[in-house]
Nanobody, 116 residues
């Protein structure tokens, strides 16, 4: 069955770094666009970063440009989100999303808290 499992969240001080991972199985990972979303308390879910199926193109929401990097390893069926220079406003549950023309799969989310 399809599984999308995030890991790597936690508590970090402002200015710190975290690396999120998303391990996928049960579908042809290399055919899917992969996204990271986040949802802060009381706010709508927001698309943070996108990477194409081959990894050849990426896109970011303006608030994380220059600080976050999305990457993927199709041999390991895994997508990553490297988060540097973290700010308190980055605090949210981060979700991994796999998307094709026909299907979309979501993980359960991982909490990222940026606080001193």
């Amino acid at each position: 069955q399809v599984q999308v499992v995030e890991s790597g969240g936690g508590l970090v001080r402002p200015g710190g770094s975290l690396r999120l991972s998303c391990a996928a199985s049960g579908f042809t990972f290399s055919s899917y666009v992969m996204n990271w979303y986040r949802q802060a308390p009381g706010k709508e879910r927001e698309l943070v970063a996108t990477i194409t199926s081959t990894g050849g193109s990426t896109n970011y929401v303006d608030s994380v440009k220059g600080r976050f990097t999305i990457s993927r390893d199709n041999a390991k069926n895994t997508v990553y989100l490297q988060m540097n220079s973290l700010k308190p406003e980055d605090t949210a549950v981060y979700y991994c999303n796999a998307r094709s023309r026909l299907f979309a799969w979501w993980g359960q989310g991982t909490q990222v808290t940026v606080s001193s």
